[in-house]
């Protein structure tokens, strides 16, 4: 196994992100002194009228799903007994952009990322960590998630 000093888990924060969590446990069990960084990102909300970007979501509701998230975060370090200072949760155009610029600024050495199924109109679309695969520097567990999209 390699050497890891900084492990970055991604999670949607589904009702499976449990299965990522056991995989950070599960890394941080197996190595020493390795740094737990936990990213969930909240897309904008934009709409383009011409040359104008607008907001579609007031910023105080955008504050409101944030404290959401650190809640749900905060009750999946509980329960798998995770302790992490480094939890950040963003706001980007895309979850994509938001995580590669984390992974940019950050250099982690392994990112855990789930990955859903998709089906229908959805599987056009693409999953997040198939768009993220290819334009990181580090090593990337993929998870396969429960329940398709």
Do not use: W
Not at 3 to 8: E, M, R
Not at 38 to 55: K, N, R
Not at 113 to 118: L, M
Request: net charge negative; charged share 25%; with cysteine.
């Amino acid at each position: 196994m390699a050497d890891y000093k900084h492990v970055l888990l991604v999670t949607d924060l589904r009702e499976d992100s449990d299965q990522l969590f056991e995989k950070a446990k599960l890394m941080m069990e197996l190595g020493e002194k390795i740094k737990l960084s936990i990213l969930h990102v909240v897309q904008e909300s934009i709409l383009t009228a011409g040359y104008e970007i607008v907001p579609i979501v007031p910023a105080s509701d955008e504050s409101e799903l944030v404290q959401q998230a650190r809640g749900k975060i905060d009750a999946l370090l509980t329960r798998f007994a995770i302790t992490t200072d480094a939890v950040y949760i963003e706001t980007a155009l895309s979850t994509r952009r938001g995580i590669l610029d984390y992974v940019e600024s950050n250099a982690p050495d392994l990112l855990i990322i789930g990955r859903h199924t998709r089906h229908g109109l959805a599987a056009l679309l693409g999953a997040t960590a198939d768009d993220v695969l290819p334009a990181v520097n580090c090593d990337v567990l993929v998870v396969k998630l429960g329940a398709p999209v």
